[in-house]
């Protein structure tokens, strides 16, 4: 590791830019504002687009891929359907494309005037079947050089007609980094007499790096940076962990900056992170015409110190906007009843669930539910449809449920009375140190009756992490609707930081 790596793995942020299951960051400057989106999966809707004045403080203002037209995840399976965006501004226009690994074979490009919609219908680009993780660059002349990450051949890059989704070249094999496994994310800039190529490589997990090289031309040869790895955590004590997948931004004072992915592990060896991968950010400076880590970029909201917690009610009225559902729309799975109630309603076939990202390591979430007889749901919080914590009303009982893997075991139940307010909660694991029973957290199922919080179970959540449930997203919170119709009448999060 070069000596500029080893200050970047000392000085990596503690705290995210996007907290909670915001993956594979991707940033653009549009004037004085900045522009971000993030991978999704399996979740609709498609791809948020978040603005910046500062780099500091995000502010959700749209999706990429905002209707069925736009994004088909009638069959993604966890951890499938949209990976990796890029998105750009280039001749007063935003730019975005990615992958559905789920729908028909190709990228997908959308564009927009106004980031925050309406944006085009998809246009596929044929002859980028296996093609994951595409970057759009353009030359002096206008030229349009779609790159992406083929994980059989490798990093790949062809001239585009924008207009048509045409390839104008044969793709040709690009630089494949230092080695790395999985050499992915490409992302290409023109800066001075040079392009300049960023990868991830090492795989999205402990091994990750972001790695840099330049050319004369767009397509190469690539020579590597002597300061290579640009960002990495690998073998470090960092708080943030497994980064990588950085894309690079310059300011309007012409000082530059990336964002890029990491994790915040918790609990004994060889700890779980249950939040997802999420966005972090750095300022860069050049060294002899190469970029490397300069400081870290923090917003003060994640402060651990901070007392108040961030708090988000739901009444009457649809669904906050961040509101994702797994393999389809928030609006294709619920209707809104005169008074605002929001319904979900479960298939013949199949239970619905819609929610929220966990975006703090500590968390409470409070529901009060209309569950009529004949149905059943409630509170969930998950990874995935197999790895889950459900407080829920069946007929007279309210019971809370833990799902592993194939394993569904009850961890409580009680008698259900009218008024009966579901509650999941996240506090740090007493658990003694030095000891395998210190997990990331403990995840806590209770009702709320009468003002008093009844316990009814509680799981260590490790079984809630990635580590174990594999994948590529992170915990979500929310209802789910397992059978018949349930209406949200009151759903309360609040959030803070661990210390």
Known sequence: MSESSQHAADQLPRRPLLAGFHPDPSVCRAGDAYYLACSTFEYAPGVPIFSSPDLLDWTLIGHALDRPSRLDLASARPSGGIYAPTLRFHDDRFWMIVRNSTGAPGLLLVTATDPGGPW??????????????????????????????DLRDGVMQAELDTATGELLSEPALLWQGMGGKFPEGPHLYRVGEHWYLVLAEGGTGQGHAATVARSASPSGPFEPSPYNPLITASGSDSVVQSTGHADLVQ??????????????????????????????????????????????????????????????????????????????????????????????????????????????TGMVAM?????????????????????????????????????????????????RLEGDVLRLETVASDALPFTTRLGPDTIVASIVRDGETVELGRLDGRYLSTEVAGGFTGRVIGVVAESGRVGIRRFRYEGWELG
């Open 120 to 149: 085009s219908e998809p246009l596929r680009i044929p002859g980028t079947g296996r093609g994951i993780d595409p970057d759009l660059a353009w030359d002096a002349d206008g030229t349009c050089y779609l790159t992406w990450a």
């Open 251 to 360: 300011r309007g004072d012409g000082t530059w900056a990336m964002v890029f992915l990491g994790v915040r592990p918790r609990g004994m060896f060889p700890q779980w992170h249950v939040l997802g991968r999420e966005t972090f950010g750095a300022s860069i400076e050049w060294r002899d015409g190469w970029p490397v880590y300069s400081e870290p970029i923090e917003p003060a909201h994640l402060e651990p110190t901070r007392r108040e917690p961030f708090v988000e009610e739901i009444g009457a009225g649809p669904l906050p906007a961040s509101w994702i559902t797994p393999g389809a729309f928030p609006q294709d799975v619920s209707t809104t009843d005169p008074d605002g109630t929001v319904r979900l309603t479960a298939s013949a076939s199949s239970r619905v669930f819609t929610g929220r990202r966990q975006e703090h």
């Open 367 to 415: 529901v009060q539910l209309d569950v009529p007889d004949g149905s059943r749901g409630g509170l969930e919080l998950r990874i995935d449809p197999w790895h889950a914590v459900s407080v829920e009303l069946a007929g007279d009982v309210v019971r809370a449920v833990a799902r592993i893997g194939g394993l569904a075991s009850t961890l409580g139940e009680r008698q």
